[in-house]
Nanobody, 124 residues
Framework: QVHLVESGGGSVQAGGSLRLSCAAS????????MGWFRQAPGKEREGVAT???????IYVDSVKGRFTISRDNAKNTLYLQMNSLKPEDAAMYYCAAAGGRYGPSLIPSEYNYWGQGTQVTVSS
């Protein structure tokens, strides 16, 4: 089992940056595919970025070139560096872990464990 706690959300102006962190408990963290998802009011949860056990990453098209996902297996921590933020990036951001996967995935239903989320607000 993995327990996930996100941090780093906040309010920024368009063009600004934020770095989200996700601290994971459990000695088997390195065996999980990890992902960042977001959900805005009235919208479905969307996969933003994901990193597999093999280190391969996938981004949703709307954040390519602006967001960077990374993981530090020694610290059991997942990161999402978000640059050039836009108002449409505003949402609750969730960290998630998928057991039994090797590669990355942006599909929410493939994830077993979820954090409580951290809010990101972007003003124009």
């Amino acid at each position: 089992q993995v327990h996930l706690v996100e941090s780093g959300g906040g309010s920024v102006q368009a063009g600004g940056s934020l770095r989200l962190s996700c601290a994971a408990s459990g000695a088997t963290y390195r065996t999980y595919t990890m992902g960042w998802f977001r959900q805005a009011p009235g919208k479905e949860r969307e996969g933003v970025a994901t990193i597999g056990r093999n280190g391969r990453v996938i981004y949703v098209d709307s954040v390519k070139g602006r967001f960077t996902i990374s993981r530090d297996n020694a610290k059991n921590t997942l990161y999402l560096q978000m640059n050039s933020l836009k108002p449409e990036d505003a949402a609750m951001y969730y960290c998630a872990a998928a057991g039994g996967r090797y590669g990355p995935s942006l599909i929410p239903s493939e994830y077993n464990y979820w954090g409580q989320g951290t809010q990101v607000t972007v003003s124009s």
